[in-house]
Nanobody, 121 residues
Framework: QVQLVESGGGSVQAGGSLRLSCAAS????????MGWFRQAPGKEREGVAE????????YGDSSMKGRFTIARDNAKNTLYLEMNSLKPEDTGMYYC??????????????WGQGTRVTVSS
């Protein structure tokens, strides 16, 4: 049974940083494309970043690419999202997800329960 458990969310002021973690069980992280998604209140879910099995990365937009870093530690079976220079519009629930092959932040198979990020101005 695949489980993805996110942690590291919280409340920060604008300009601050957070590091999200996603601990995976029931799958071998190195065999999967991993992604981070987020959903702001009242908005649709959007892709934040994904990282392929060999380390290639894709970010949802240029703002995310400049401030966020996705990384994986296959030895720990854990995915990370380092977020810097946070803005109030980054507020939302952040989800970790997995699929066998990267798909451009689309159609992921396995999802975590999410961790909440709140950025105040």
């Amino acid at each position: 049974q695949v489980q993805l458990v996110e942690s590291g969310g919280g409340s920060v002021q604008a300009g601050g940083s957070l590091r999200l973690s996603c601990a995976a069980s029931g799958l071998t992280l190195s065999d999967y494309c991993m992604g981070w998604f987020r959903q702001a209140p009242g908005k649709e879910r959007e892709g934040v970043a994904e990282i392929g099995r060999y380390g290639s990365t894709l970010y949802g937009d240029s703002s995310m690419k400049g401030r966020f870093t996705i990384a994986r530690d296959n030895a720990k079976n854990t995915l990370y999202l380092e977020m810097n220079s946070l803005k109030p519009e980054d507020t939302g629930m952040y989800y970790c997800a997995a699929r066998y092959r990267c798909s451009g932040l689309d159609a992921y198979d396995y999802w975590g329960q999410g961790t909440r990020v709140t950025v105040s101005s």
